[in-house]
């Protein structure tokens, strides 16, 4: 049996705080529901399905979680901010992801969770609006109630220590502004109530104060502002971000460094999405796909690297679409066609429709990033977790200028290797 | 600059000599004089277009043939055996695969490169015969008479060592008999006519006892058996195969790794596909079909580990089809649909459809491995090449019992790390 | 308001009978008792949500059932036979068809209906077997059984007609012989037990000896032979067929008129299937795929006529592979793949990917050919009901030597011409 | 043999006119000269290939051209309109749609054929732009030298006629205004330069004020507006539009009717094109997708027919989307997506993937409009020729009000029955 070398224990229990109480979260919060009572496995999760090898022969691999001290499933609390009141029961009944009769086998655990009143700004989600929403003179007051707020929930549910994942909407293509490079010009713009701080950074920031690790699971610019960073190695808080990486993306980052392995010259890549759940509805406004477009778009620049490969990349065409459609509900579905060359310049196609379910893939990630990390702030590593990047579509960086990785089995070694400095006898 | 620690020089004529004169032979042969006369790039191979991250820092890569020491395209010559006499300019016509103008071009070469009599036997072969057979009193003799062949085609073109490449038809499925399980059993089943012995088997036996390395490109049974193992440790030859892992079975190990690596079960992989080529009439015949559907079918046990997640992957079904359908010829399609499970046991599905070419994808694999394989005899390695895997299907394995490893990125790490391994400076 | 000319009066209860108590048999009764009830609405079905126009010009359409007389669904009653002894709620529960809870819902309704004993002879069905299965000393005598089991279903049942549609499994390719070919062969031959001599033949027989109406829903030989057709003939009785036109070869008879009608050449057409129901696991024997093959092998050749169109048809490769694949159930689900070419010769490609319900598109071609063919027996239409062509893949015609239309758009103005003839007022 | 009860004859030499020397037009004119030197075959042209059966009781169908008096192709004479100087050899070669070595068999007849001078307004067209421009006072005195250019065109080229086609590319959407309302109005906004007044309707007006008939490939707002179809009646002249159907829309208008017929329920139909043609080029300006978006989105409407079938179509979402995506070029591609429905509520899809090329199938429709509206002018047919609805994405009805058919066999009932009218001995 291996032994974690490093991290403080992980007994006691874990608050895990979403902004959003919406498809993600509540599908999140039921599969661990689900698990515990023993329904149905926790499918797609690291932390709790995955494995690694040894290096004493056998073919036999250990569970990551025998390997580090991750918090157990039986010491996680649920807590969320929602803009809308309904309880974590009515929010997935609402979403359509999970099974009816399932849902009603844990109705009473979800009533149970109550979403705090969120902080909401129209400017940042034009397309959805609710009543469940905090009140302060200025984003400063805001930042406060939060940080009362992830008190408060500890304390009230004899936790001893918290992650906060953000899990709300997408919101508007928000550029980096003198307001977000310092810690100091950010915190006047708190006070000043600057347009430019969006609400996930009054979250991000409110977590970190509370020395309490935070991951952005949108596309949103939050963690990637100098401010945010600063502040998290000043408090010594672990950061992750950005964006869940799911159904298209997480196809694509498979699939491109296998053509690049192979040499093959890649011309176009087209990329459409029809979705029809409340993700979908906010991406229609097209500030918020702004955003996404961002982090989707950037997966393949480094995969297939011009620089190095002129002949082959030169000429790719890289395009994005993401179309709200109703009547698919939380049923995303994605068409890519790749355009490839190869051999005496012959032309080839790759099409790839892929019929996935957004929130059934995003929820074990949100657990896996919670899990790791507390399991990092624990272990003493504070600011970015680059090496969380096999999570997310556009992969924070720790060093200033860096270039993210996007390859997926490239973030798969960096992960395993992580974990593996950190455990002994493996 | 980087240096090749281990080979011998690589000056001198190198012969690349490959049973089966068709759609794949005549692709691999055109595009190296397309790029001999700069008029296409070598899109799609590793040796001429792949390049290796240094350490030092930089980001520019250096080209895999700046690190080891490959034949230059220009030394290369190229022979053929085959059943029909069609040189290779008429076989290439016929076979559709390159743009016709573009062979007009490269008429002159084409035409130079002329037949030698095959080794056939209608056993393995069913749906195709030709005349530009040889004749022999039995198999011993067939053998002698390819070595001459060998011999004579390396002198008559001032080389000085050659490879085999077998790129004939897939030949009927062979189990491993008695015959082939020792170098003495099969001498004896040469001279005794056994039935057992295929005309692959042949080549690979003859070339070997000139001290040439040999790859299988087919998925029969031939550089498989003990027998021809045992020459190549004994003449110190090396050997690899088999089947050369193009369309379907290449997106196949793209993919299949990328689902494991974020444990996403899979219950189901129907893959289905059409192919109006030689190579589909062949396969029709169902005891061809059967070979490859050996060689294809494996490469998914060992990518889901069902010994080490059951959950995810005990139920898998995996279903291959091949059709042949006139309409395409070359241009093969595959059809893969993938029944994959998440989070709460939801189900997923994925499709791809790859529109591909066969020949265009196989053809820089010949020439990879006949240029990497000449390095290899050349560096003093021996027997079965199991670093070569990246560019098969069913990869030898050169420990006894030991299982192929069919993830396309564990494979290009190994690659990597043999090229690595003789080369200074990188 | 309409009015039906002919048909005698629709009252009274109608027996359905059908041999088979599977996937598609009692996903047509639980549809048919959701309706009565109010749940679901009949989707899919003519007789029920189908409108003909009128010619008074108005846009308002007139529902079928208001134009000719029909039998009311609360006035039909389910029988059934069949080789387990699962009554209807239970074999429903196995198929997987019916949601689990919408299936509850109806339990008692669908416990009451319990199969007979059935005919079943082991030559015809290879890959499934039963014990709910009658005993006879020839196959005389199973039809006078089988006779007796109509007579008292519809007394017990206080019916005053019955119709039998064939429901049951693809039998095993059965050609015409001498024993099929007059009324006196084929009685010598019940009485001899001869081979050829299929179960689907003797329920035919059966039925149409008690003056019942008779349709075949799958591909076998059954109503086809001459000796059935000639005793339908004597004891006017409408009879008609075979094959429910669902999935794919619906999709097939809509999109080829469309090309055909534009013009377009055809070279290719390539259809395969996947399904994992008892239909599948039938057809994966090859004799009962090669029944299946003749029906869905033919719905081309009228259409894409090659004698009037050489230049666009004379080429046409026409290839359909259907394949057993367990993880889908009755999710059958079809791929096409379709070379066009055009202006110029230039080529083009269509692909088809149908994700159907097999059993969910079967059901109201069931319940609409069951009420058709009675208001045609009761409208003494005799023979074969060429009409009904709108719902069969491979239609019968009533004519020596006629070719089937496969159009479905023909189809469909055969169908409505019949009713509108049959009506005033429209 | 069947005779023409009613043209005039066809005799003489037909002027085929087309502002737009592009993709469309080039492949067109090549088209036509291909099959006058019987290179190749005039696939997909009902006036060429297309047939009649007879009522004689025989197999054998009657050419089209046999039925009918149509112009020969031998007497056809090409002009056009474009803002570029290429003449069609160069242009056909920049559109890269016709085999570039079949192109230069023609290259000759193609030179010849030397684009007018244009009539452009950059407010119509944004994304692209040219040189080969007229210069006018008012759009009246542009009106006049179009008229010129027609007279001179039949003068010097030995015409006794001609037709004008609009091949060129998609105009800003441009609802009708008053100035479209009469001909009064449309008169006074020419002499006053009216910007809603653009250059397709100047075109349209002036070929009727010639007494030559008109159609509309395009989905611009321009033979639709009161103004040129009372001139159209005033003159005698038959017109015809609008916008050729094409890829999606024609698939759309094959698929929708069979799910009719069938009565299954549709919720969602979701349209996604690729293009990287001049076309798409202008498409990806707003305002032009504009006017594509309302021609291709209302063909679903008429045939799912919410009134009388409100539960099978009321909640259909029907979206389109077009994308710019270079590297196609010209060869199309439609991925559409159906979410159907059937027995008990079951959801189903249909996926179509058409690899299409756009010019290709839109060239023979260029001819057959021709021609046909020829012979509708010698047939004195005047006004909208509302069955040539056949070809056209959005067809215009010659009564008030009257709402358009999409049904793509329905419309070929049509045509049919025209040509059967005007025919004897058929």
Same mark, same amino acid.
Request: a neutral charge.
């Given at each position: ?6 991290a403080?224990?992980?007994?006691g ?7 959003g %109480? ?16 023993? %329904?149905? %496995? ?43 009141t ?14 009816k009769?399932?849902?009603? &086998?844990? *109705?009473?655990?979800m ?16 397309? =959805?609006?609710?009543? #469940? ?5 200025? *984003? ?12 408060e929930?500890? *304390? ?8 906060v ?29 600057d347009? #430019? =701080? ?18 952005n ?7 990637? =502002? ?26 694509? &980052?498979?699939?491109?460094p ?8 890649? @011309?176009?890549?087209?990329?459409? #999405? ?15 796909f ?16 011009? @620089?190095?490969?002129? $002949? ?10 993401i ?23 012959? *032309? ?6 892929f ?17 790791? =990390?507390?399991?990092a702030?624990?272990s ?5 977790? $680059? ?40």
């Open positions: 049996m291996s032994t974690d070398k490093c403080k224990s992980s007994t229990r874990l608050a895990i705080l979403t902004p %109480l919406g498809a993600v979260s509540t599908t999140f919060m039921a599969g661990v529901i689900a698990a515990r009572k023993g %329904l149905e %496995l926790p499918i797609g999760s690291f932390t709790q399905m995955g494995k690694i090898p040894t290096n004493n022969g056998s073919n036999k691999e250990i569970p990551v979680k025998e390997v580090i001290s991750l918090a157990d499933l039986n010491n996680v609390v649920f807590g969320a901010w929602d803009i809308f309904d309880n974590a029961y009515e929010a997935a009944k609402n979403a359509k992801v999970i099974n009769y399932l849902l009603e &086998t844990m *109705k009473e655990d009533q149970k969770i109550v979403p705090m009143k969120a902080v909401f700004d129209k400017k940042y989600i034009k397309n =959805i609006d609710g009543v #469940n929403k905090k009140e302060y003179a200025n *984003k400063y007051e805001a930042v406060e109630l939060l940080r009362k707020d992830i008190r929930f500890i *304390k009230d549910n004899g936790c001893d220590r918290a992650v994942v953000w899990c709300a909407s997408t919101e508007a293509y928000n550029p980096i502004e003198d307001v977000h490079k310092s810690m100091k010009a950010f915190e006047n713009g708190l006070k000043n109530n347009e #430019n =701080i969006s609400p996930s950074q009054m979250y991000a920031y409110a977590a970190i104060l509370e020395g309490v690790p935070y991951v699971g949108s596309p949103n610019v939050s963690v990637e =502002i100098p401010a945010i960073q600063d502040l998290a190695q000043e408090m010594s808080v672990a950061i992750g971000g950005s964006d869940f990486k799911t159904g298209q993306t997480l196809m694509k &980052t498979i699939i491109a296998g053509l690049r392995k192979r040499l093959l010259g890649v @011309e176009g890549w087209f990329s459409t #999405n029809i979705l029809g759940n409340r993700d979908g509805e906010v991406l229609d406004d097209p500030a918020s702004r955003s996404k477009e961002v982090s989707k778009g950037g997966v393949l620049s480094d995969i297939f690297d011009k @620089e190095n490969y002129p $002949e082959l990349y030169k000429d790719l065409y890289h395009k994005i679409r179309n709200y459609y109703p009547p698919r509900g939380d049923n995303k579905e994605g068409w890519d066609t790749i355009d490839i060359f190869g051999w005496l310049a012959e *032309k080839m196609q790759i099409k790839v429709n019929l996935c379910k957004d929130s059934i893939l995003a929820a074990p990630i949100v657990l896996d990033l919670a899990l790791l =990390i507390d399991w702030q624990r003493n590593m504070k600011g970015v977790q $680059e090496w969380l990047g096999f999570f997310l579509k556009a992969p924070l960086t720790n060093h200033a200028g860096g270039t993210a990785k996007n390859d997926l089995f490239y973030q798969y070694d960096k992960l395993e290797e992580i974990i593996r400095a950190n455990s002994e006898g493996l």
